[in-house]
Each structure stands twice: as structure tokens, then as C-alpha cells.
């Protein structure tokens, strides 16, 4: 049984910087083809914002990059996103994914295990 637990989250102003972590069970995360972070804000779609594959290469959506990392951490298994410069516009739930096939590894349709979540708020 696959478990994304997600924390992390929190209230801060425009500039700050959050570390979201996404504790996993049930999955190897090394061994895991694609992992992600996905955002979704009041009234709209839930979008890609980072992935990361097998092999550590990484994926950002365009407004991330350069703000947001993503990175794993195999001894505690663990899923990170590190974010940086943050704005307004970053407010959202952000999820934790993981199962993703690798084709297209912002896109939501790929992954089958999904955390519940951690509000982000930036003011």
C-alpha cells in the first residue's frame, strides 16, 4: 500500500522560502520511475510544478524555474521541494505524486499515487 504524507507547508510572505516533504511508504523512492509536486489553487486546474525521474533528472514547470527545487533524499525516503523567491501566485494546495510513466512527467494522467496535500499562502 502506497502512502504520500506531505508536509511543510505554511503562511509567508512575498520573497520567503518553504521546504515541502512528501514522506513515502509502501514505494522505494530511488526505484520509483517519477515522482512530482503538483499544485492546485481555488477554481483551477491541478498543474505540474517539478518531477523528478529514476535517474534524478528533473522537470519544472516554466514559472518555477529558477525559485524551486526538487530533489529526494533515498535514506529517509524522501520526496523534497525546496522553494525559493516565493509570490503571491504560488498560493495553492500542493500534492505530492508518484507512479508517474516518465512520457510527460508535469501531466497529472501519469501518476497513480497522490498524497493529501499541504496548503502554501503566500502574502
Known amino acids: 500500500h502506497v502512502q504520500l504524507v506531505e508536509s511543510g507547508g505554511g503562511s509567508v510572505q512575498a520573497g520567503g522560502s518553504l521546504r515541502l516533504s512528501c514522506a513515502a511508504t509502501?514505494?522505494?523512492?530511488?526505484?520509483?520511475?517519477?515522482m512530482a509536486w503538483f499544485r492546485q489553487a481555488p477554481g483551477k486546474e491541478r498543474e505540474g510544478v517539478a518531477a523528478i525521474d529514476r535517474d534524478g533528472s528533473t522537470s519544472y514547470a516554466d514559472s518555477v524555474v529558477g525559485r524551486f527545487t526538487i530533489f529526494k533524499d533515498k535514506a529517509k525516503n524522501t520526496l523534497y521541494l525546496q522553494m525559493n523567491s516565493l509570490k503571491p501566485e504560488d498560493t495553492a494546495m500542493y500534492y505530492c505524486?508518484?507512479?508517474?510513466?516518465?512520457?510527460?512527467?508535469?501531466?497529472?494522467?501519469?501518476?497513480?499515487?497522490w498524497g493529501q496535500g499541504t496548503q502554501v499562502t503566500v502574502s
Open positions: 509502501g514505494i522505494t523512492i530511488d526505484r520509483a520511475s517519477c
Open positions: 505524486a508518484a507512479g508517474g510513466l516518465g512520457y510527460d512527467p508535469l501531466d497529472r494522467y501519469e501518476y497513480n499515487y
